[in-house]
Every structure is written in C-alpha cells, then in structure tokens.
C-alpha cells in the first residue's frame, strides 16, 4: 500500500469505539460506508465516504436520548446491506407516562446504491399500551480528505457552506481550495418535529402491536424525498450489483458447513470491492483505508482470480494500460513505460499536497503487469485482448530496461524522487520493512529479491506472449529472463543460511533478514528445485508458520515484531502466493495444513480474511490477535482464499489446449467434497467434482458445452 498504511497510524488515536475488525463497511462504487455494530458512524475512521472525502462524519440514532440495546447486527450474506436489531432501553416519562425496557424492537437496514445510502428504521411497540417514542438523529460533516482522516494534517483548509434546511433534512457544502464544491445531505421521509443543522428530532405514538418505519437518505442532495419505494429500489439494485459480479465465471462451493461459508464470503467480498468501471471490473484494494484502484493490487487480486473469473484480469490489465506512465515526474515516481500504484480523486491529491493523485511509485507494479497479462493468454487464450496491450506491454518491457535498473548492475530497483514519495516500493512498503541483518536501513536504490523473480517472469511472458502472436523478441526476452535467474541464485542466495537475501543494497551488499520475499520466488517458478526445497521447508518451519498463517517476518531476525505492519504480522496474500509457489514445485500436505490454519483463523472475523493479523503463534484454545487498523475486507485477502486452493487442487488451466490439468489434488483435512460448476475454457463450460475416498480424492467432470475439455490428471 503506502507508508500511511501502517506504522504511522495509531489505533489509539484513529479508531473510534474499536478496531476495525468489530466495523461494518458498505461500498458502490466510489462510495463506501463504514459504520459500528449499531449502524452508528461516531468518528474516528467511521463515515460516509465518496472520492476519497468523508462526506458524514456523524450519524447516530437516540431513542429516549440513549442507544438502543443490541441484539443482533450484521452484514448479509452477499454485502449487499447491513441490518441492526435491538431493544430500547427505559424511556423518559413523555405526557406523564415512562415505559419499560425491551418493548420496543428496533430494526435498522440499510444499503448503498447510486452513490447514497438508504435506511429504514422500524419499531415495533410489543407492549399493551401505547409508547410515546422520541427518536432523534445526530450527525454532522466535515469534508476530510482520506488522508485527513488517516492522520496527515494540513496547513490550510477550504471553507464549510452555511447548512441549509429543507424542512426535511439538511443540505452540507465544503469549498475545497482546489475550486471544488463538495455537498453532501441527509434527509427524512417524515418531516422531524424539530430540525436543526446537526439533530433532527421525532416524536411517534405507537400503539399496541403497532409497526412504523421512518426512510432516511444520506449522499449527494436530491429533490425526491426519501420513501419506502425508493429504499426498496435502492435495496433491490444493491443486491442485483453484487449478484452480477458474483455471477461471473465459475462458482465453487462445498457442503462441508464452515468451510463453504468461507468460500462464499470470500467470494462476496472481492464482488463488494469490485467496480465497474469504462474499462471493465477493478478490484478496489480495500476498506477503509484504500477503497479506490491500486496497481499491485488489482493485478495480485486479478491473478488470485483468474482460474476462476479471467475477466476481472482482463479489466485490472485495460486500467493500467490506460494510466501507463508517459513522461518522467520525480514527484510522482514516474517515467513511461511505468505501471502506476494509486489513483486518488480527493482535494489533496487535487492540489498536490500528496502524490497519489496518480503516482507510480511501486517497483514490482510494471513486471507484475506483464506478468499477468502472459497468465491471463495461458488461461483463455483472449490473442485478441493481447494484441489490443502490445504496444503497452512492450513500453512496460522498455521500462525495465530503461529505467527499472538505476544503477545499471543487472537487477531491477527503486530509489523514490522526493521525500513526499514512497521510501519503500515494494508491496512491503512502510518505511522499516527493509533492513539489514542488524537492522541498519540500507543505502538504496534497492532491489528487492521478489521484484527480481517478478522480472524473470515478465519477460517469459513476453517471448511467450511474442510467439502466439507472431511478434519478434521471444528469444531475447527468454535470454533476459535466464540472465536474471542466474544474477538471482548467484546474488541473493545465502548459502550460510541456505536462504534467499531479502534485497541487495546500493553499495552491492545483500540485506540477509529472513522474509517471506523469497516465497515469491517459488511462485514464479525461478529457484532451482534444490533451492525451493530448502526455502519451502523454512518457510513451513515455526521461524515462520506461526498456526495461523505465514509470517513476513523470522522470529529471530532483528525488528521481528508480531505486532507490527510487515516485519513479523501475517498477511494472507502473501501466505497464498508463497504456498502456490510451493504446490508449483510439488508440496502439497503443507499447503493444504496452512490453508486450513488460514481458514481457521477467519472463523474469529466472520469468516472473513483480514488485509493483516498479528503474527503471535497459535495457542491450544486461543483465537489469533486481530491488527487493529487492518482492512477488512481487503481484496487481496479475500481472493487468497482461492489461489490457496487452487495450489491444493494442482488445478491449471491451458485455453489455447483445451485442457484442465490436475497435479495431485489434494483436499484439507475436514473437507471431503468440492464441486466447481461452470468453469469457462476458451469457448466451453466444465464442471469438475473433487470427493475425498479414503486417502485419495476422485475427481469428476462434464462438459456444459459442444465444445470438450479435457480433464489431464498428473502424478
């Protein structure tokens, strides 16, 4: 992500009443919701958010003056809306008559659509009198940039527009200095007995057994006042988005109880950081912190994805093609040919106060590009989508020849070009995340060890891509990689360690710390078989395998810290990247056991998979240690889910053969069935079932189409 993400913010100080694991979130497009457990957004990270600003940064619901009680609360199963159910507590005595507890039941549900959130509160009156209910809204706005709101301050703000009531809600605005008027409302399907600029107050009689519903919006200002058909609108076309991308490309599921409701999470939850954009789907990276389109991301998402559903590659490769870089800007990092790493939309990305406007400054984003784009060939043979990003993955190419090695040694590195930018570039980019083995920060530029394999699979994929479309270069790019394999096993191997070093420094020294980096080495096929048992074994060993997943981190290396962003915390991406890298070289039972633990650990969040969690080792009985300011959901996290089963099943796909090719499948323990329906080859359909006999898994399929797939099993 960026150094924002993560050391620098302190959950103290960011997150109001918990972290954000214990926050619900809501998205449409490029506008995202996060609230707490009662639907109450109370500060801190909570809010109402759209291009990158906070446009409510208050919203709470009083019944009697307090909070209602709460029963149940949660997101559905397709993160279309968010329902609270609760209990008011004792109410205040109104025209001489108090009333108890629990008599009133209490439902807030409520979605995002078109940019606006919809609500319906409803009380229900359980008691045999009639219930004077006072109901009252607080909320209130203040037009913070994300970066505002992640900690960064400003030496100047734009000016706030006098509120202007509409006799049913209210009217915000914000001049930012960068000439833009942002406005937001709220507004009520009732007009409140009392409003003001910050409370709007009601006062509802219910009878015995009496129901009412109270429809309130919250977004950009509208002159339709908000209604039980319009919530019911916005509610059915919250739930239609989410079904359209959840709908593409193949479906898995298992019977198997929890472990399919993780599989359906996770899927529902890369569909709510989907977006639909001009170019086709992005993968959003996550919420809060980074709900907008990041290069490494996507393309890591998209890859995670691709067996399943190729078109979210397809649009992730069209984005960045768009947005490739054409000129050089020390400030954003940038020169042509390059991949970029953010795309911002809020005032101070607007005035430059911060780079990430459109910034560049990711050293792996340009090879990783390439790299997809050769995946994506393999896996549907789409020559015509490849010819469409030749000339942009042939600039991305001259960008690693050009500019990706400052120094001119051979391997590919980073260096940011001003202070404002990046200090690390790689997707461990806070600003401790490279170090030396006594924890010395290195001289730069630096090139890291898996943006070298990154590079070694870029340019195979250009000879490979070159030939099926009939371009010149395929042997050069080949001699390329090769000449980058061996600077790799010959520069970054330790032999003393039997490891991969993390980087190799500007003075030409390697940074020896034992990291995850090297399993990233395993997914692209670079190290040597010997070398990958030996990194495989490491990485499986307890210095890494914490219980709960892989660490970024040895626990005897110097600045280990469970707790931290990058050096000891886990991230399941890059968990699953480095057990698929693994399962390529053949392991299977300990990638099955670290799927299994990673599953395990969802259990404690909802069967979701955090963007982090603590790297502390599991203990008999203990739940693992949430990291306080981890996004969740997180795209990345989500579809790691899929890549790690993907490893398990020994599943690759080969359009262009019409084969499905099956290398020792292997089930987690627990899991005994696993059907996968509709996977699309080329121009057919197969469904494929995996069943656990004994100790071996028996494999079925049939085609959906005319056209046949063959289905290649391997020992």
Not at 123 to 139: G, H, K, Q, R, W
Not at 191 to 208: C, V
Not at 621 to 642: H, K, L, N, R
Request: include cysteine.
């Amino acid at each position: 992500m960026d150094d924002l993400a993560g050391p620098a913010l302190e959950p103290d100080e960011v997150v109001a009443g918990g972290d954000l694991a214990e926050l619900l979130s809501l998205k449409d497009g490029d506008t995202f919701l996060v609230a707490d457990a009662w639907g109450d957004i109370l500060g801190g990270v909570d809010g109402l958010f759209a291009d990158d600003t906070r446009i409510l940064s208050l919203f709470r619901l009083l019944i009697g003056g307090k909070r209602p009680s709460k029963l149940s609360a949660g997101l559905s199963r397709d993160n279309a809306a968010f329902t609270f159910h609760g209990a008011n507590r004792a109410l205040p005595p109104v025209g001489g008559r108090a009333a108890p507890r629990g008599i009133l039941h209490v439902e807030r549900k409520r979605c995002l659509h078109a940019g606006r959130l919809f609500e319906r509160l409803r009380l229900t009156n359980y008691s045999l009198e009639e219930v004077m209910t006072p109901i009252a809204f607080d909320y209130d706005v203040d037009f913070r940039d994300m970066f505002e709101v992640r900690g960064l301050q400003r030496a100047r703000r734009g000016a706030p527009v006098e509120p202007r009531l509409t006799g049913r809600g209210v009217v915000f605005g914000y001049d930012g200095l960068d000439g833009v008027r942002r406005a937001g409302a709220v507004s009520f399907s009732e007009p409140p007995w009392r409003l003001t600029s910050r409370r709007a107050d009601f006062m509802f009689a219910l009878a015995p057994g009496q129901r009412m519903d109270l429809y309130l919006e919250a977004g950009p200002a509208d002159t339709e006042p908000p209604s039980r058909d319009r919530f019911r609108e916005a509610l059915s076309g919250a739930r239609h988005a989410v079904r359209t991308i959840k709908g593409r490309g193949a479906t898995l599921s298992a019977p198997d109880g929890a472990f399919g409701a993780w599989l359906e999470q996770s899927r529902a939850d890369v569909a709510l950081l989907t977006t639909e954009l001009t170019t086709g789907a992005y993968p959003y990276a996550g919420i809060p912190w980074f709900s907008t389109t990041f290069g490494r991301d996507g393309i890591i998402t998209a890859w995670q994805m691709l067996w399943l559903d190729p078109s979210l590659a397809a649009g992730v490769l069209r984005f960045l093609a768009e947005r490739q870089a054409t000129e050089v800007s020390a400030f954003r990092d940038a020169a042509p040919g390059k991949i970029m790493h953010e795309a911002r939309r809020g005032e101070m990305a607007a005035l430059s106060e911060i780079p990430f406007g459109l910034y560049y400054g990711g050293v792996d984003t340009t090879p990783l590009f390439i790299a997809l784009a050769g995946a994506y060939l393999t896996r549907t043979d789409d020559v015509a989508l490849i010819g469409e990003l030749w000339p942009a993955l042939t600039a991305a190419a001259a960008w690693l020849d050009n500019h990706g090695d400052a120094n001119g040694d051979g391997l590919i590195d980073y260096q940011r070009g001003e202070q404002s930018g990046l200090a690390n570039q790689g997707w461990k980019d806070s600003v401790d995340s490279v170090f030396h083995d006594d924890g010395r920060f290195p001289a730069g530029p630096i090139a890291l060890v898996e943006v070298q394999g990154y590079a070694f699979a870029a340019w195979r994929a250009l000879a490979a891509m070159a030939r099926r479309l009939g371009q010149g270069g395929a042997e050069v790019w080949e001699q390329r990689a090769e000449a980058m394999r061996a600077a790799v096993e010959e520069r970054f191997w330790l032999e003393a360690q039997e490891f991969y070093a993390l980087a190799i420094d500007g003075e030409g020294a390697p940074c020896g710390p034992k990291t995850s980096n090297p399993g990233h080495l395993l997914f692209v096929g670079l190290p040597s078989p010997e070398r990958a048992a030996k990194v495989t074994r490491r990485l499986l060993s307890a210095q890494f395998d914490s219980g709960w997943g892989l660490r970024t981190l040895a626990t005897d290396a110097k600045r280990y810290n469970p707790m931290s962003y990058h050096n000891g915390s886990i991230w399941p991406h890059d968990t699953a990247i480095a057990v698929s890298g693994m399962a390529r070289y053949g392991e299977r039972v300990g990638v099955a056991k670290v799927l299994l633990d990673l599953f395990e650990a969802s259990k404690r969040f909802e069967m979701r998979m955090p963007e982090l969690l603590c790297g502390f080792t599991r203990e008999t009985g203990e739940p693992p240690i949430a990291y306080p300011v981890a996004c969740m959901p997180q795209a990345w996290a989500a579809g790691s889910t899929f890549m790690m089963l993907q490893a398990c099943l020994g599943l690759a796909i080969d359009a262009a053969r019409m084969e499905v090719r099956l290398t020792r499948p292997i089930l987690p323990a627990g899991v005994n069935h696993l059907s996968l329906e509709g996977l699309i080859v080329a121009d057919a359909r197969v469904d494929i079932l995996f069943q656990r006999l004994g100790e071996t898994i028996a494999v079925t399929h049939g085609p959906r189409s005319d056209r046949s797939v063959a289905l290649v099993l391997e020992a």
